[in-house]
């Protein structure tokens, strides 16, 4: 496996309604699309996910950052970025940003989904970020000591 080394993960395809979550287990084998959250006020949403965080003993979180076709931040991956930082802050875990170009569109055509709002699309696109971190990485670092580079293969920069 290239990448970073196995671990528990969580990974969150942040939206403004929902988060689609995936979780793999610590060998780095098997990514299962978990039930998406349905967001709230951020403390609300914060607890539900401590929650998870314990109950899977996640050591790491992933987040995408939807770029555009260029690999430039948009409006969105912005507020993904900034809302995966906050959330690692709290959580107090590393963090890892992946460039999700498409992955809604990929995990739609992958799962039949197209028009789902039961969430299922979210977390199958989460699914699909996990699984390319698990290729490419980079490796989750700290959001207190340096903001973390965006995975996107072999030229990966930091952000």
Same mark, same amino acid.
Request: glycine letters at 0%.
């Given at each position: 496996m290239k990448g970073p080394a196995p671990r528990s993960v969580l990974a969150l395809d942040v939206g403004r309604k929902r988060i689609g979550l995936a979780g793999c287990d610590p060998l780095g084998l098997t990514v299962t699309p978990l039930p998406a959250l349905r967001r709230g006020r951020y403390p609300a949403d914060l607890e539900q996910l401590r929650l998870l965080v314990h109950q899977r003993r996640i050591m790491a979180l992933v987040v995408g +950052? &939807? +770029?555009? *076709? /260029? /690999? /430039? &931040?948009?409006? /969105? *991956?912005?507020?993904?970025?900034?809302y995966g930082e906050r959330l690692a802050r709290h959580l107090e875990l590393p963090l890892a940003l992946v460039n999700e170009f498409a992955s809604s569109w990929s995990a739609a055509e992958r799962h039949g989904l197209h028009g789902d709002r039961s969430g299922a699309l979210d977390s199958a696109a989460a699914a699909l970020l996990l699984e390319q971190w698990l290729q490419e990485g980079p490796e989750p670092a700290p959001v207190h000591a340096q903001a973390p580079a965006v995975g996107s293969g072999a030229d990966a920069q930091a952000s």
């Open positions: +950052l &939807p +770029l555009d *076709a /260029q /690999q /430039q &931040p948009t409006e /969105q *991956a912005e507020h993904c970025r900034r």
